[in-house]
């Protein structure tokens, strides 16, 4: 009997051992939520020559953000800011605009975009939130961090009022993280009718849907200014 007790000892530890040595050896799934471009799609038989990139994603020293090529537009910048890092001696006078290094210049934003189109260079995270460091500040001038906005009225105002209020949220809390991006927001088009009517110069007798009151809007679309020209 103590030698069947001395066996399952045994055969317990070694048991526990080898299970210790396996997990040690295989590597544990990673979270590839944040993965870029091809780490998608590693090991696939169908990426054997490589897949399109998806994402670009760029680190700076004071924040993350992602680049959509399609509107040459940041898709969001992460930030973290406290009282310390938003206070400082930077200045942002002597910082100047340029376009992101890490992006293909063919798809990049460039400084000549803005050049009269009637927006404002507006930054996602702004250069006030990173007077501790004037590397960091400098790094906001990035166009990876830029999304034109119009000027009176939102970048100058309510824009502004909204930085004001994140960086003052620092004297509520130790540390506040920030998520910024644009919006694109769709617009509906006139009822089929209505562009009938408007087309037909605005005659006509009856439009029974019109005068019913119900007639239903148009189709829904997303449409927005590019910054550029095509490639």
């Not at 206070?87 to 006078?93: F, P």
Request: charged residues 20%.
């Amino acid at each position: 009997m103590r030698m069947l007790f001395v066996g399952f000892g045994v055969g317990v530890a070694v048991g526990a051992g080898g299970c210790y040595l396996y997990l040690s050896a295989v590597k544990q799934p990673q979270d590839r939520r944040a993965g870029l471009g091809i780490s998608l799609v590693e090991g696939h038989h169908a990426a054997k020559f490589g897949a399109p990139e998806t994402e670009i994603i760029r680190q700076y020293e004071g924040y993350v953000a992602a680049y959509d090529y399609r509107t040459r537009n940041p898709k969001w910048v992460l930030k973290h800011i406290t009282r310390a890092s938003s206070n400082g001696d930077a200045k942002r006078e002597g910082s100047e605009f340029f376009p992101d290094p890490g992006i293909d210049p063919r798809f990049s934003a460039k400084l000549s975009d803005f050049r009269g189109s009637g927006y404002d260079r507006g930054h996602m995270t702004p250069a006030a939130d990173h007077k501790s460091s004037q590397k960091a500040m400098d790094e906001t001038f990035s166009l990876i961090n830029i999304s034109p906005q119009v000027g009176a009225g939102f970048n100058r105002d309510y824009w502004a009022r909204f930085e004001r209020f994140v960086k003052e949220l620092t004297y509520a809390a130790a540390d506040v993280y920030i998520v910024t991006g644009p919006l694109w927001l769709p617009t509906q088009s006139p009822p089929p009718q209505q562009q009938q009517q408007d087309g037909d110069g605005g005659g006509g007798g009856g439009g029974g849907g019109e005068a019913s009151g119900k007639a239903k809007g148009g189709r829904w679309t997303l449409v927005h200014d590019w910054i550029g020209t095509a490639p």
